[in-house]
């Protein structure tokens, strides 16, 4: 039962254009939404995360947007820079239970020149 | 200020043999968390760990996974007789812990564990 979905498996989107990666979520527990990336052989790194009582977290290039009525989450970055080629996860947890992650699956995303 | 550090990087066991993995969190956290990814797959969660607590084991194996994190020293995850389908990559990540609103967590580089 895959409770964080992430359907696009990759993207390629041309330097200084916008990327947007998108997740969906089933779990209506789910209150606090975190974006990761990951380069090959390397550990995930903390990228920006919203909570459920926002629809909007900003952070330099890249700003996360949270609908909670269609359980559905977005990442954009703009502008998109080649060294943003990586895979990106989203994750979700519950209040309380500290930072037990749910993850997608990871949409890997290529910045071409 | 030395992030979480996993050794080690790349661990090589035939089938039946033992697996350890080690996970020293960052400095001054106490929450300690397993997560595996198996090939083309996300992370999934295996076991939450305080000094010298379990305190979420529900994404572990029942069988042949064990966690610990003891008063001294680093988490040690244990795989018992290893089948090929152990072969992944093992996470650990660390927070300070709950402080009553979220923390996020840091993750090591991981362990790649290879059965053959």
């Known amino acids: 039962d895959q409770q964080v979905k992430q359907n696009s498996p990759s993207l390629s989107v041309q330097e200084g254009r916008i990327s947007i990666l998108n997740c969906d979520y089933t779990?209506?527990?789910?209150?606090?939404f975190l974006w990761y990336k990951k380069y090959p052989a390397e550990g995930p790194t903390f990228l920006i995360s919203?909570?459920?009582?926002?629809d909007k977290n900003e952070d330099g290039r890249f700003t996360v947007f949270l609908n909670k009525s269609a359980k559905h989450l977005s990442l954009h970055i703009v502008p998109s820079q080649p060294g943003d080629s990586a895979v990106y996860f989203c994750?979700?947890?519950?209040?309380?239970?500290?930072?037990?992650?749910?993850f997608g699956t990871g949409t890997r995303l290529q910045v071409t020149l | 200020n030395a992030g979480v550090m996993q050794n080690p990087r790349h661990l090589v066991r035939r089938r039946g043999q033992e697996a350890r993995l080690r996970c020293s969190p960052m400095?001054?956290?106490?929450?300690v968390y397993w997560y595996r990814q198996l090939p083309e797959e996300g992370l999934k969660f295996m076991v939450y760990?305080?000094?010298?607590?379990?305190?979420?084991e529900s994404g572990m194996p029942k069988e042949r996974f064990s966690a610990e994190f003891p008063k001294e020293g680093p988490s040690i995850l244990r795989i018992q007789q290893v089948v090929r389908g152990d072969s992944a990559a093992y996470f650990c990540?660390?927070?300070?812990?709950?402080?009553?609103?979220?923390?996020?967590?840091?993750f090591g580089q991981g362990t790649r564990l290879t059965v053959v």
């Open positions: 990540a660390s927070s300070p812990g709950w402080t009553g609103q979220y923390t996020e967590a840091f």
């Open positions: 779990n209506s527990m789910f209150d606090y």
């Open positions: 919203i909570s459920s009582i926002k």
């Open positions: 994750a979700a947890s519950v209040t309380g239970t500290a930072s037990k992650l749910t």
């Open positions: 400095k001054g956290h106490s929450h």
């Open positions: 760990l305080q000094k010298e607590n379990i305190i979420d």
